[in-house]
């Protein structure tokens, strides 16, 4: 009994995890209007009522996913070993280099943050900036832990950091053409030309 009772557990997470990858996907492809609820149940391979059942509407769906992906994003920046280097930029690169793939790898999350941003009224909470702001307060812990004399950055000085990282992933479709090294070159071209501005940014705050 005690095994049937875990194979329906895990049958159930199966079935919401589906539809979550799913979803997500779509999404990202069509937008949140461009997509009927009997459309994600068939390309879920569920009936619709699964979703209802799970989430309560498309909306809730909606908000399910993003605010998933926002608790990964949170767990992967707690997860990044502490910097080892004093230098400003040093810290600045690793972190920027591992958000990027991070952000490479999770476009379609990213994509549906910016059509939300486009909404009058968006379905979720955590927008575009919310998202990625946990980068700011990891950044900022780290730099302070070993330049504790630095004083807090602007509001402006914070949405110019985050947006320049969130820049990639714009840009990231027109890359998808190029040869595998290109597409290497040029995000490791950006990594340098965005740890530079971010670190001019921050290092500027610091002499205000």
């Not at 030309?193 to 610091?206: C, F, K």
Request: charged residues 30%; hydrophobic residues 45%.
């Amino acid at each position: 009994m005690a095994t049937k009772g875990m194979k329906a557990k895990k049958d159930k997470a199966d079935i919401k995890e589906r539809i979550l990858e799913v979803s997500t996907r779509l999404f990202a492809e069509r937008g949140f209007d461009g997509i009927a609820i009997d459309e994600l149940a068939q390309a879920a391979k569920v009936n619709k009522s699964m979703i209802y059942y799970y989430f309560s509407s498309k909306e809730g769906l909606l908000v399910s996913l993003i605010q998933r992906k926002f608790e990964e994003f949170d767990a992967f920046l707690g997860r990044l070993a502490a910097a080892k280097s004093r230098s400003i930029r040093a810290l600045i690169e690793g972190l920027i280099t591992s958000v990027v793939e991070y952000m490479s790898n999770n476009r379609d999350v990213i994509t549906i943050l910016f059509h939300e941003a486009l909404m009058k009224k968006p379905k979720s909470s955590v927008d575009i900036v919310t998202f990625i702001n946990p980068l700011w307060d990891r950044l900022e812990r780290e730099i302070r832990a070993s330049h504790p004399d630095m004083i807090e950055a602007s509001q402006l000085d914070k949405l110019l950091c985050l947006s320049l990282v969130i820049n990639f992933v714009i840009g990231q479709s027109r890359l998808d053409s190029l040869e595998p090294k290109a597409v290497a070159d040029t995000k490791a071209l950006f990594i340098q030309r965005v740890t530079s501005i971010v670190t001019a940014l921050i290092t500027e705050t610091a002499r205000r």
